[in-house]
């Protein structure tokens, strides 16, 4: 059920590019604490919405609301100040740069020195980089992944580097954390463990979940409610069972040889 406060509300959101409509009056309240399942075929605007939710995409008409706030103009660094983090499709881990180092990269919007302090390696910057170094390692406690925090980001398996990304996405304590296709190119042992680690992430911190997947066995396993889109509208939300035995989604998405009992 949606909370009287909706920790995410989307209002009849509208994107467009060169005249070109992406989004078309999308409309959608998630919970806080809430795990949301983002579905639909490739040119959907799954990953539109996420981008014009933190800022990336810029709004052409409706309404995003953040704990009741508006997002309207607001630009990405100040979304994420306010307690949304997000992954991308495509891994974004920095080579050359250990493991903790690229966990640590999620706290530099929240880092007080400047850049004399860098220059002369002042004390406060040191201790500021302890405190980072120190988050960075829990939060790689967190998501089960220490032993690999010497070694160099781009040396980790695909499925690996997807774990780290959450890592980084948590190191900051949002209350809101954004994932596009966490589970694109895991095992099923990995996908497994992505399963449980996202109940974690809502059960032991509180944070709410919005993601996109296509891995729909994820899909079916921990989401609360799924939102369904394609040609970009929402098509169909509820909870996964409804979602996928909808009409509509199995004649856009599912396809007709559809089985939830396989997946």
Known sequence: MIAAHPKIEVRKLGVSFGGVVALDEVSLKIAPAEIRGIIGPNGAGKTTLLNAITGVSKQTSGEILLDGSSLFGLKSSEIASRGMRRTFQSSQLFK???????VMAGLHSTMKTNLLDAIFTTGRLR??????????????????????ADRDGGELSFGQQRIIEIARALVSEPSVILLDEPAVGLSLNRV????????????????????????????????????????????????????????KVIEAYLGSGFNADRH
């Open 127 to 148: 201790q500021e980089e302890r405190a980072a170094a120190d988050k960075a390692w829990a939060a790689l406690e967190f998501v089960g992944m220490t032993q690999f």
């Open 192 to 247: 497994v463990e992505l399963e449980e680690l996202l109940r974690k992430v809502r059960g032991e911190r509180g944070v709410t979940v919005v993601m996109i997947e296509h891995v729909i066995r994820v899909v079916m396993n921990v989401c609360d409610r799924v939102t369904v889109m394609a040609s970009g509208r929402k098509i169909a939300e509820g909870t996964a069972d409804e979602v996928t035995s909808d009409r």
């Open 96 to 102: 050359g740069m250990t493991v903790l180092e690229n």
